[in-house]
């Protein structure tokens, strides 16, 4: 079977962009591959943050992995701060990665414009930890969002460039970007992604939420109100109206041209108050399936322990091949 790696960072509540972008082909991927779904713990501590939320964070998000229909006993769902092969692979590549490629990087460019007190090197070196992840596994298949291809990319070449010192050591894996969804916008402004640490909580759905406080914010999302008033996908054009196309066909597995066909001659009044309904459906489906899984820590500390000792195993192999071909002792 082919490999699957891919991870999300604790560092806040998860959106319905991560949901609709990415934890759905998850889902539909683990039938097919072996697949690694980390928590990137060590990511999040390169923001700020209370101790306290994080440990919360991360229980909420093996939580929510499981409620979204993540099986622990076909899938490995380990935590990344537990196997520490992460942490030392990160060493190595740092030495095979250079510093200009890693100040290009957009999410860095912009993550160090918005915080100025704390530009750390954790937060520059973000993507080589990123590359460590996934290059241990012998990853075929990264199924990602639109704002990490970078990051891809930037593995690839870090691969190739191991590869060609010391031989085929890493396999190099392949980016999976599910189509229109793989870039969920924000509600109140669509020129940027949903990003589950806006400061505008107002631009983003949270998985977590409440029906009443998403129904508001649906509410208040951006319909284009200067184009005439009709549905339909057009993302240069129309971005607010076909952002909440795009949520509405990745929850309901409905083509867009099946939807615009429902809403046409329709009014973005309709056509909110009937994704509303649907996003509503799934939230309180989730959510009543999450608080079942988020009471008995014991269970998902469990799954974290057992997925560590699996993945524990084959990162070790991979670490000893790099430690070999460097030259280490
Ligand atoms: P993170 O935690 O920001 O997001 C997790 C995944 O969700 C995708 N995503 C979105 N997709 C569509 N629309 C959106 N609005 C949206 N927001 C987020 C992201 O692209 C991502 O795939 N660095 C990663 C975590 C990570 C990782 C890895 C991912 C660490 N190691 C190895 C893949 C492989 C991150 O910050 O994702």
């Not at 209370?50 to 440990?55: N, P």
């Not at 935590?79 to 992460?86: A, C, D, K, P």
């Amino acid at each position: 079977k082919k490999i699957v790696f891919s991870a999300i960072q604790p560092s806040g509540q998860l959106t319905i962009g991560n949901y609709v972008g990415v934890i759905r082909q998850w889902i539909k991927m683990q039938n097919s591959y072996t697949c690694f779904y980390c928590i990137a713990d060590l990511h999040a501590i390169t923001i700020r943050h209370v101790s306290s939320e994080l440990r919360k964070n991360i229980l909420d998000t093996v939580s929510l992995y499981l409620a979204c229909g993540i099986n622990p006993r076909k899938n490995i769902i380990f935590l990344q701060s537990h196997v520490h092969q992460h942490a030392q692979l990160n060493w190595f590549l740092n030495c095979y990665t250079y510093c200009g490629e890693l100040s290009r990087m957009t999410q860095f460019k912009n993550k160090s414009k918005r915080s100025i007190k704390n530009i750390n090197s954790g937060l520059l070196n973000y993507p080589v930890l990123m590359a460590s992840d996934i290059l241990l596994y012998d990853t075929n298949v990264v199924p990602i969002g639109h704002d990490q291809i970078q990051h891809l990319e930037l593995t690839r070449n870090i691969a190739r460039r191991f590869n060609s010192c010391y031989g085929n050591i890493f396999t190099i894996p392949d980016k999976y970007v599910f189509g229109r969804n793989c870039n969920i916008l924000s509600l109140l402004d669509p020129d940027k992604k949903m990003s589950k640490s806006d400061s505008n909580r107002n631009n983003v759905i949270f998985l977590l939420e409440s029906i009443d406080s998403i129904s508001k914010k649906i509410a208040l999302a951006v319909t284009d109100s200067n184009s005439p008033p009709s549905i339909h996908y057009d993302i240069i054009n129309k971005k607010g109206i076909s952002n909440l196309l795009n949520i509405f066909s990745g929850l309901t597995d409905r083509t867009i041209s099946n939807l615009e066909l429902e809403f046409s001659g329709k009014s973005y009044q309709d056509f909110k108050s009937d994704i509303i309904e649907v996003i509503s459906d799934f939230i309180k489906n989730l959510q009543s399936s999450y608080f079942y899984y988020r009471k008995n820590e014991d269970y998902l500390k469990k799954i974290l322990n057992d997925g560590a000792f699996k993945a524990c195993i084959k990162a070790d192999t991979m670490l000893k091949k790099v430690k070999s071909a460097i030259g280490l002792i």
